[in-house]
Each structure stands twice: as structure tokens, then as C-alpha cells.
């Protein structure tokens, strides 16, 4: 089989891509190692940035999201037992972020490549890239090996992206002598629940507790989104839903009227949380996007969003390469999506540790916490300043 890009994995990296390269009449073929239940139901991001939206609107998977995405214009962060709301359009001139879920996007996007789009192979594991400095010339052409149905198979491709996540295998096309890994572990976890109640508050409430930070945040009107900060290594099975929502309120208690509803709990898990860079972000005709090539902790929410706005950039690319035969923007990929994954990882730090209690923290350190929570609320430029990162940059 022989493509013009082989895109590896059918998150919301490679099927994003896949369609934009199919409204530019550019032939591609996605490989996904899981099965399609699978990735339509797989937990994850939920929170989508103007640009996300404004792109998924104009490669025609908007419809359902029009219909059935919550606008959200604000943040709402709580400390020492208060409350503050930040507002997102009068802070960056309009913008706004939407509240859809991963597996809604991953719904809508396979179900427009399924009817009219590129091969998209569910249960195809790729096993290696090889041949990413190939010159096509003489006729050498990148190879991508995958087994399918039980047996071994060859794509062939004239580019190759690695749109398959943190634990893929495109990132090993760089070779170690030029590549640069750029990492930072965090001390704690995130312990997500989903639950069978509508959501306490109309937006999404960040808190910064003594007890480590809590978020709650929501999947439709009728259902919860609740987070806790827990150690590493935490066993979901060691906490009763009773202890999950004592703690819950405990963590987002302010002085005033509001009580946080309970419902039954339909999903357990625990996220270990990590931030990740690998430069460059292209090597020869093999390009990485999304969490292939960075991760941020997810306090941002900028993970689906800087997979998203990855592609754009190499959709665009692509598209300039085909009507105008120049390679310049395709070159200068890495360069240009490294400018925003690192705002974006400093954002993601930002948030993560200004909200959470590291075991190791000093009184002192917790002064600066609560001091720069302060600030955002005292401040315009401060508030204006999450606001901007919160609800997307523009990309460049
Ligand atoms: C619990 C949780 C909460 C999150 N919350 C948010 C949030 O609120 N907002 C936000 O913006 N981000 C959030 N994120 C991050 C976001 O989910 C990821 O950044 C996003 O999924 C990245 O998309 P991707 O397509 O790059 O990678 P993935 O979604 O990881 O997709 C990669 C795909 O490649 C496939 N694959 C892997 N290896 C192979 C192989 N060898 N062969 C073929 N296929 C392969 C995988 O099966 C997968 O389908 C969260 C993540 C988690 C885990």
C-alpha cells in the first residue's frame, strides 16, 4: 500500500489531521493500533479552546459539538475559603472555551472518515518507522511496518507523522543524536471520577486547599467531572465513594452557601501527571504532533488542544506544499509548534504548581501560592494574563 502520509495512531491528533488533509484532497491512510470502541470511549480531555472549535467547525465535524458543546466563558479558582471568578471574554477580547468531551470529538471524527474519508485501520499496531531521510528522487520512500489481522504489513508513504501518543513508537524515527528530551515528574497523581449527578457549579472551579487541590469540572448537564490531588502509587480501591466526596467537599469548602452535590460514581481512575517536550518535532520526512512529541499535566487543559493546534500547523504545510510545490512551511514545523507547546507547558506548570500541594512543600512555598492566587484576583493584568493562556493563544 502506498500514501501520501501515513499517519500513525487515530486519537485526536491523527484523525484531526486526516480530515483536514482530506478537505486539501490530500491522500493519507490512519493506523490505529486499538479497536474502535476502544478510542471512542477512552477518558480524557474534555475542555476545548476557540481554535479547537473554530477548526473542528471548518472541517465539518462541528455539527454535534454546535448542538451539544457547553460554552464556557470563565474559571472560577477558590483559596483560604474563598472564591474567584475569572472572566474569559472581557479579559482577551471575546474568547471562550468549550466543555465537549475527547470521546465526542473521537466520535465525530471517525464517524466523517468512515463515511467519506481516508482508510482509517482500527487494530493495526506499528511496529517502526524506517527510512525518514529517504530521498524520493531515486525513488526511496519512507516505510511504516504494522501487523493487521494477523499478519505483517508495509506502508508506504512519501511522509510519515507519529500522531500516537506518549507511548508510541514514531518518536524512535529521531535519531538519539539530535534528539532532546526535556522532562519533569510531578509528586502527585490526579485520582478522576465521573458521576451520575449535574455538575454543582456552571463552570469549572479550581481549588488550592491545605488538603492539595481539587477540580470539578463536568462531561454534559447531567454529568460530573471531579478531581483530586493523592499521592503517587494511589489505589483507587482504597477509597469509598463516601470518602472520595468527604474529601471533595472538605477541599472545595468556602465561606458562603454552596453545597456540592453527590451522585453514583461510574468511573474511577488515577493520572499520573507529566511534562514532557522531545525536540525537534520532525526529523527528515517523519513529523511528530500531539502527545507523540509533548505532555503537559492536564491543570491547563491544554493537552487535546495543542494536538489540535500541531496539526493545523501541519495540515497547513501540507496543503501550501501541494497547490504551491514549497517546502518552507513544512521545514519550519518543528520551529513553529515548539514556540507554543513550550507557552503552553509553562502554562500547564504554572497552574499546576500554583494549585497543588507538593509533599514536600515549606510554609513558605504555600505563602507564594496563596500570595500569587492574590494577585490574579486583585489584579486585571494578572487575571487577563491566565485568561489569555487558558483560552487558547492564537497560533502562529
Ligand atoms: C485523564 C486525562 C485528562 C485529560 N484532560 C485534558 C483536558 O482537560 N484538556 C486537554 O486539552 N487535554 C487533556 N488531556 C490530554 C489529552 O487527552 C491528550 O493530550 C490527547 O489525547 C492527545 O491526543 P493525541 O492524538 O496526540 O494522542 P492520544 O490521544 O494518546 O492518541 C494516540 C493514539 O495512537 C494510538 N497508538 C499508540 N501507539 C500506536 C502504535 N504503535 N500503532 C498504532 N497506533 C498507536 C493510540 O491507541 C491512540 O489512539 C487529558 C489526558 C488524560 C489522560
Given at each position: 500500500m502506498h500514501t501520501t502520509v501515513g499517519i500513525i495512531g487515530g486519537g485526536p491528533a491523527g484523525l484531526l489531521l486526516a480530515r483536514l488533509l482530506h478537505n486539501s484532497g490530500i491522500d493519507c491512510v490512519v493506523l490505529e493500533s486499538r479497536d474502535r470502541a476502544y478510542v471512542e470511549h477512552r477518558q480524557r480531555a474534555g475542555i476545548l479552546e476557540q481554535s479547537t472549535v473554530d477548526v473542528l467547525r471548518s472541517s465539518g465535524a462541528g455539527e454535534r459539538l454546535d448542538r451539544e458543546g457547553l460554552v464556557h466563558d470563565g474559571i472560577e479558582l477558590r483559596w483560604d475559603r474563598k472564591a474567584h471568578r475569572i472572566d474569559f471574554p472581557s479579559l482577551t477580547g471575546g474568547r471562550r472555551v468549550w466543555v465537549y468531551a475527547q470521546t465526542e470529538v473521537c466520535k465525530d471524527l471517525i464517524a466523517l472518515q468512515l463515511k467519506d474519508g481516508a482508510p482509517l485501520l482500527f487494530e493495526a499496531q506499528v511496529l517502526a518507522v524506517e527510512g525518514?531521510?529517504?530521498n524520493i528522487k531515486t525513488g526511496d520512500r519512507p516505510v511504516i511496518r504494522y501487523t493487521h489481522e494477523g499478519q505483517d504489513k508495509t506502508l508506504i508513504c512519501d511522509y510519515v507523522v507519529g500522531c500516537d501518543g506518549f507511548h508510541g513508537v514514531a518518536r524512535d524515527a529521531v535519531p538519539e543524536s539530535i534528539k532532546k528530551t526535556y522532562e519533569r515528574v510531578y509528586p502527585y497523581s490526579w485520582f478522576g471520577i465521573l458521576a451520575?449527578?449535574?455538575?454543582?457549579?456552571d463552570e469549572l472551579v479550581y481549588a488550592h486547599s491545605p488538603r492539595g487541590f481539587a477540580l470539578l469540572s463536568m462531561r454534559s448537564p447531567s454529568v460530573s467531572r471531579l478531581y483530586l490531588q493523592v499521592p503517587n502509587g494511589t489505589d483507587p480501591a482504597d477509597w469509598s465513594d463516601e470518602r472520595i466526596w468527604d474529601e471533595l467537599d472538605a477541599r472545595f469548602a468556602i465561606d458562603g452557601d454552596w453545597t456540592l452535590e453527590r451522585g453514583p460514581i461510574t468511573s474511577k481512575g488515577v493520572l499520573p501527571m507529566r511534562s514532557f517536550v522531545s525536540e525537534p518535532m520532525s526529523y527528515g520526512r517523519v513529523f511528530l504532533a500531539g502527545d507523540a512529541a509533548h505532555i503537559v499535566p492536564p491543570t491547563g487543559a491544554k493537552g487535546l488542544n495543542l494536538a489540535a493546534a500541531d496539526v493545523i500547523v501541519l495540515a497547513r504545510a501540507f496543503a501550501n506544499l501541494k497547490d504551491t510545490g514549497s517546502a518552507e512551511l513544512l521545514d519550519a514545523y518543528s520551529d513553529t509548534c515548539l514556540k507554543r507547546v513550550w507557552r503552553a507547558e509553562h502554562f500547564s506548570y504554572f497552574m499546576t504548581s500554583t494549585l497543588h500541594t507538593d509533599p514536600d512543600q515549606s510554609a513558605f512555598e504555600t505563602r507564594l501560592q496563596i500570595s500569587q492566587l492574590d494577585r490574579i484576583a486583585s489584579s486585571p493584568y494578572a487575571a487577563a494574563e491566565l485568561a489569555e493562556n487558558y483560552a487558547g493563544l492564537h497560533i502562529g
Open positions: 525518514a531521510t529517504a451520575d449527578v449535574p455538575p454543582s457549579s
